[in-house]
């Protein structure tokens, strides 16, 4: 049997499915990962960049890269990919998403149960006051329109603790999950990279779709290297056209 037909056949054994992305969702909507060739971290250190100490020196290369990311945000828009997973949670093929990416395209395409563990993009908020505001106005300002205070992303930077929302979202998540599907991710970051591998030795099926080798590939049952949208598209065709053909 080909690891597209053992894959759906997973899926619909599956009582509990959870999927997991990274950047690599999102690159068919246009959007750069972060360590592929021509990811955003090539040229760049994320640790210079996209870190506390960046953001309260207030240079302007913290405010222009995180501008530069929610202007190209406005201007993309979730891939078959994203749909077809909104799809699999309306039709109770999957429990919800963990994710690790800021884009909002699973949200975007419909899907509810998402746990966004570094945060997102879609907003900003004040550093004193603490309020929430679209991330369009950190378009135009950089000041709190309500106390004057320093706006920052609403995305989790290096050297900054994990949204408890997000994490305790992702445990509810794990509790019971028998098969377990990262798409999209080098599986190089900590502690979101823990999640797949409490989940495999909690007993879950491992599955992981990723362009390059992963870290946890020898723990995965799958390992299917190609584009992710191709991928679901042609597990989502077997679920639909023919599951007849296992
Ligand atoms: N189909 C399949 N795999 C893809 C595709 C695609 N269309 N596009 C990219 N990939 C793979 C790449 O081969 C790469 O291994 O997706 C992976 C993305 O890995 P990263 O760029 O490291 O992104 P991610 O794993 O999400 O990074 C985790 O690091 O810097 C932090 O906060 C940032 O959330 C991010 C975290």
């Known amino acids: 049997m080909d690891d597209f037909l053992k894959f759906a056949e997973m899926i619909r054994n599956s009582s509990k499915t959870v999927v997991f992305t990274g950047a690599g969702m999102s690159t068919e909507s246009g959007l750069p990962d972060f360590r592929s060739d021509n990811g955003l971290w090539k040229e760049v250190d994320p640790t210079q960049l996209a870190s506390v100490e960046a953001m309260e020196m207030g240079g302007e290369e913290f405010f222009s890269f995180y501008r530069d990311r929610i202007d190209t945000l406005m201007k993309v828009k979730p ?51 603490q309020k929430i505001f679209p991330a369009s106005l950190f378009l135009e300002s950089r000041e709190c329109a309500e106390c004057g205070g320093r706006l920052r ?94």
């Open 153 to 246: 992303p609403c995305v989790v930077l290096f050297g900054e603790m994990l949204p408890v929302e997000g994490l305790t979202k992702s445990e509810d998540m794990l509790r019971g999950c028998d098969l377990f599907i990262v798409l999209g991710s080098s599986l190089q970051v900590s502690p979101a990279n823990w999640f797949p591998m409490d989940a495999r030795k909690a007993g879950a099926d491992l599955v992981i779709v990723n362009r390059t080798p992963t870290p946890l590939d020898e723990m995965a049952d799958i390992v299917i290297s190609g584009s992710i949208v191709e991928v679901l598209e042609k597990v989502n065709a077997i679920r639909e056209n023919g599951m007849g053909l296992l």
């Open 79 to 129: 891939n078959p990919g994203h749909h077809i997973l909104a799809e699999w949670e309306r039709k109770e093929v999957i429990a919800g998403i963990i994710t690790q990416n800021v884009d909002g395209l699973h949200h975007r395409a419909g899907s509810k149960n998402v746990a966004e563990l570094h945060g997102n993009l879609r907003e900003v908020r004040c550093r004193r006051c």
